[in-house]
Structure formats: C-alpha cells, structure tokens
C-alpha cells in the first residue's frame, strides 16, 4: 500500500504543478493557458481561471493528506 501512495502521491504533485503553471498572474496576465485563450475568446478566461483555482486547492488538499498518511506509515 506504500508503494501504491508513492505513486499517487507523485502524480498528484506533478498535476498540482501544472495547475500552478497553468494559472494566469495577477499582474500580468502572462499565464500558459491564458494569453492563447485572450487572443482566441477576445477577453479573459475568468471560468478557466476559476476552475483552476479549485483544481489547485483540492489537489494541495489531497498531496498533504496523502504526505500525512506516509508520514505516519513511515514512523515519523
């Protein structure tokens, strides 16, 4: 089962990343998804960024409940 955690809890940190990434900045604007959908849509992907937003928070909730389990597996 520890093993099968390590694994989840990598990919969940790889996709907590990309929604981090992903996220419009609160300047500039000059996020990856952003920019492309601006030009395309003609105004900003308020919706896009709202739903990252939430992507974000969940997935830190879930990458600091699973890194509390392995912790208390591991003995710490």
Do not use: Y
Request: charged share 15%; no cysteine.
């Amino acid at each position: 089962m520890g093993t099968a955690l390590m694994v989840v809890d990598a990919v969940v940190a790889i996709l907590l990343i990309a929604t981090v990434v992903m996220q419009s900045g609160k300047s500039a604007g000059l996020g990856t998804i952003d920019g492309g959908a601006e030009s395309f849509f003609g105004g900003k992907a308020k919706g896009l960024d709202e739903m990252l937003s939430k992507a974000t928070m969940g997935l830190a909730i879930a990458f600091a409940i699973i890194n509390l389990i392995l912790a208390k597996q591991s003995g710490i």
